[in-house]
């Protein structure tokens, strides 16, 4: 895991002149010459420690330790444990970062240390560095067997599992930045978010969020990097505000609020337009008062590159671009703005500068598929050692299982032989006896089926809970993996079309638009799919806002409309006459159901009209209705049509997932959608009623 100190190297030199800065010093150090008290310097001595060079800091910090200790103030001594483990950490200083570690442990019992020491444990492996791959997979094994084996996970506390998670996480980025590590990161954050709020836990937040941005934004997962950088500004709000309590003047965030900023920006295709001027404002403002962030700027104009390329001035972004493809230090880098100087270049037809870029960016993305693919197999070389531990893990719970049967069978026997010793010895006569021996034979008849029925039973749950996450992790993974190649295949293909000079173009552009149309179905397969998965394992996430009715159906045919046949007239019904329609629900998952209503329509429609309006009922519901003159649907097939796979006519493109998909959203959406068996056709009409939400 990359790491994230919370200082910043001479960044008080940058706020200050040379002589201001010297004022200032000497200004503190008299002040010191007058404390009456140990518990007046501390304050000055952080004074003096926020404004020292990162090289002297140690030196200053041990200062404010030890003077704190004798004022008795424990919160400055937690804090200076923290910075001796971070530098112990950063210079792989054993020393140091066990000097952390023994004063902490003689504060006073509190949340606050435990968390604090929980920070400086998540730092252990920057000390015990692991080279080579099978010293990794060996820690990582390790951790892994003790956070998830049930008799050695039930002893650790909620901040020892943090402390492996954050020592696992940073192991397994030994392997790979790809998807797995971003997916542990989000189990690693849900254990954070446990603990209680304030100063420590802001800092060992601050530390997470940064480097799950980080591997968020490399895997192009913009979304969750964009969030998670808002949470880092939300921390340093905190830590700003805990900051003033404490008399430090000196003490500057502004550094990690740009390091947040420019990675936002990066990530712009996630931002609005107005959130891109609103961050590129400020980080200007930062600059003028602070030469480092100045500095970085002119040295990687990232802010300029963000702001032209979202208002969609590529004339003006492409020199930053070219500036920043350079400077690109990292293969994911270089990727990131060739990428955008490709797209900048098309949309100003500079074929010199696209012609550079593409074949800059085929070298780059060849060695970036060779490095995804070498991620895949270390990650599915992690995922078998985690399949392996939690089926051996399963595998002990059954024999626990078979055990608790076996004592509940030999119990079960006892009793018997009780109640039939009981019985014999109270009527003393050979037919109760034959009788009860009877009785005895069909008890243990029946034990012996009560056994195989359990064993059973035992099995078809292992077998139907091993099929389920099977299934789910076939998905993921598969969905996945078709994803990189398939976006490998459009980048080539239209490279070849942008490289083509003459008669040849125009035959090839006919090629790839056949290319483009199966790639689309493709895409729709795995979109369908994923929704499907999220669907029935009640994980699709619904957002709720006040939207405009009118304007998801206009969306819905805008994306529609080209896919109809020659001669079909597609139109749109708004309600209110066009005014808006404001409603309380999930716009996308909303347009999702009209989508696959709409598209089933234009497949089935060769001539004639589709149709949809929407208006609002008088019970309040929003009523969508997708109306077509095609072959139409017998009323008898009305239920079988929502059933998966499900096509009545198997000629017709698809897999017959669509309605089964817009039964599932719309339950998740609390709405209906049916077909309305009333309609007199010709052809057929489908109905979406969506409920009402405060």
Do not use: W
Request: charged letters at 25%.
């Amino acid at each position: 895991m990359t790491m994230v100190f919370t200082t910043v190297i001479c960044s008080a030199l940058s706020m200050f002149s040379p002589e201001r800065y010297n004022q200032i010093i000497d200004s503190i150090h008299g002040e010191l010459a007058n404390a009456k008290t140990p518990k007046d310097s501390v304050h000055l001595l952080f004074d003096l420690f926020d404004l020292a060079p990162y090289n002297n800091r140690v030196e200053a910090a041990e200062k404010v330790y030890q003077t704190a200790r004798r004022a008795g103030d424990i919160n400055a001594q937690r804090e200076m444990c923290l910075k001796f483990g971070e530098f112990g950490a950063q210079y792989s200083d054993s020393t140091l970062y066990n000097l952390a570690l023994e004063r902490i442990a003689l504060l006073p019992p509190s949340e606050e240390r435990d968390i604090t020491e929980c920070h400086i444990k998540c730092l252990s492996s920057f000390i015990n560095r692991l080279q080579t791959e099978k010293e990794l997979s060996d820690e990582i094994q390790r951790l892994m067997t003790e956070l998830n084996n049930p008799d050695e996970s039930s002893n650790l506390s909620n901040y020892d599992r943090i402390v492996r998670m954050f020592n696992l996480a940073d192991y397994i980025q030994g392997f790979t930045e790809g998807t797995f590590l971003t997916e542990y990161l989000d189990q690693l954050e849900k254990e954070i978010a446990r603990l209680p709020s304030g100063n420590p836990t802001s800092a060992l937040q601050y530390k997470f969020y940064s480097t799950a941005a980080l591997s968020y934004m490399r895997n192009e997962q913009f979304d969750k990097a964009v969030k998670t950088d808002k949470k880092i500004l939300s921390a340093i709000d905190r830590m700003e505000r805990e900051n003033k309590s404490t008399r430090r003047k000196f003490r500057d965030f502004n550094l990690h609020r740009f390091i947040s900023y420019r990675r936002m920006l990066k990530c712009y295709p996630a931002l609005s337009e107005s959130e891109v001027e609103s961050i590129y404002d400020a980080v200007k403002e930062m600059a003028q008062n602070n030469q480092d962030i100045s500095d970085d700027i002119e040295e990687m104009p990232v802010p300029e590159m963000a702001l032209y390329m979202k208002k969609g001035e590529y004339e003006k972004a492409l020199p930053y671009l070219t500036h920043l493809v350079e400077r690109a230090g990292t293969l994911y880098d270089k990727k990131y703005y060739l990428r955008r100087t490709r797209e900048a270049a098309k949309a100003t037809n500079n074929a010199e500068i696209l012609s550079q870029a593409s074949n800059a960016y085929a070298d780059i993305l060849e060695e970036y598929i060779e490095m995804k693919t070498a991620e895949r197999m270390r990650e599915l070389q992690i995922n078998y050692q985690f399949q392996s531990l939690r089926d051996s893990n399963e595998e002990e719970l059954r024999k626990r299982e078979r055990l608790v049967t076996i004592l509940a069978i030999i119990a079960s026997a006892l009793l018997i032989i009780v109640v039939i010793v009981f019985i014999i010895m109270s009527t003393r006569q050979n037919r109760q006896k034959h009788k009860l021996a009877r009785i005895n034979a069909k008890l243990e008849t029946d034990a012996v089926q009560l056994r195989e029925t359990t064993t059973s039973l035992s099995q078809a749950r292992d077998k139907a809970a091993k099929a389920i996450a099977d299934k789910s992790q076939l998905v993921n993974y598969m969905t996945n993996e078709v994803a990189n190649p398939i976006n490998a295949i459009i980048e080539y293909s239209q490279m070849i079309i942008d490289n083509v000079q003459g008669e040849n173009k125009e035959y090839l552009e006919r090629f790839m638009a056949v290319v483009n149309m199966n790639i689309r179905m493709l895409q729709g397969l795995i979109a369908d799919v994923q929704e499907l998965a999220m669907a029935e394992n009640d994980e699709l996430p619904i957002n709720r806002a006040p939207v405009d009715l009118n304007v998801i159906g206009e969306l819905a045919v805008e994306s529609i409309i080209g896919q109809v046949h020659k001669g079909v007239e597609m139109t749109f019904i708004p309600a209110n006459g066009g005014a808006k329609t404001i409603f309380n629900t999930d716009a996308r998952r909303t347009e999702i159901i009209l989508l696959n209503l709409l598209n089933n329509a234009a497949k089935f429609t060769h001539q004639g009209s589709i149709t949809l309006d929407v208006n609002i009922d008088s019970e309040g519901n929003a009523v969508y209705r997708v109306t077509d003159s095609g072959k139409g649907i017998p009323s008898d097939k009305s239920m079988e049509i929502f059933k998966r796979f499900e096509k009545l006519d198997q000629s017709t493109p698809g897999a017959g997932l669509g309605l089964s998909i817009c039964e599932l959203v719309a339950r998740a959406l609390d709405a209906t959608v049916y077909l309305d068996t009333d309609y007199p056709g010709p052809g057929s009409r489908f109905i979406l009623k969506i409920h009402p939400h405060a």
